[in-house]
């Protein structure tokens, strides 16, 4: 499968606890989107990067989450001291931006995080 | 920011019948605007997509119009079938950054 893939795909965890999730890009894709989907609402964009870059990040994004992509390929996605506000699905979406490229975000299936 | 309004949040249709999906967005400059479509437990996948020089683009069943001046921009499908039952969701971009997604739409086809 050369789609993005995200790991684990499922998380359950305790409040207070630290989770950390993986995104894999679509090879050769320079741009990575970070976006949370709540039940029955539409994906919040979260934070993005431009190759290891992180370009910009939402007002969603409190001091407790913090994103890396450190080589460029793969990101991760950790969330400190987990709270119940955290449950939902967390989506990565990658692209090519290049000259010719088309704009569409390819998405992985999600992690869906449960805090107990 | 930029800011999408979705409408309506629930559609049923009959097999074969058309079904209409509209979306208003708030920011200007945004130039990019692709409708997911959303199975449930499923990772949202692009069916569309229109850039801001176009009016109008269809694929197959498909199609999408928009409207820069009103900025609005609809989803069109005919001839719906039940695997067309899923929730759709509209999206805007200011070029290569992040979409801003409506709220969605679960639009479901009776045989």
């Known amino acids: 499968d050369t789609g993005v893939s995200q790991n684990p795909r499922h998380k359950i965890t305790k409040r207070g606890q630290n989770v950390t999730f993986r995104c894999d890009p679509i090879s050769e894709h320079n741009r990575l989107y970070w976006y949370r989907q709540t039940l029955g609402q539409g994906p919040e964009f979260l934070t993005y990067f431009q190759n290891e870059a992180q370009l910009e990040k939402s007002r969603l994004l409190s001091d407790r989450f913090s994103a890396e992509r450190p080589k460029g390929s793969f990101s991760t996605l950790e969330i400190q001291r987990t709270e119940q506000g955290d449950s939902a699905m967390y989506l990565c979406a990658s692209r090519l931006s290049r000259q010719g490229s088309t704009d569409t975000q390819y998405f992985g299936p999600g992690t869906r995080l449960t805090v107990l | 920011g930029e800011n999408v309004e979705q409408h309506p949040s629930t559609l049923s249709v009959q097999e074969g019948d058309s079904a209409v999906i509209k979306c208003t967005y708030s920011d200007s400059a945004s130039n990019y605007f692709p409708w997911y479509k959303q199975e449930l437990g499923k990772r949202p996948q692009l069916i569309i997509d229109i850039r801001s020089n176009v009016g109008e683009k269809k694929d197959q069943r498909i199609a999408v119009t928009l409207n820069k001046t009103a900025k609005h921009f609809s989803l069109h499908i005919t001839e719906t079938q039940p695997e067309d039952s899923a929730v759709y969701f509209c999206?805007?971009?200011?070029?290569?950054?992040?979409?801003?997604f409506g709220t969605g739409t679960r639009l479901l086809v009776s045989p």
């Open positions: 999206a805007a971009a200011r070029g290569f950054q992040k979409l801003v």
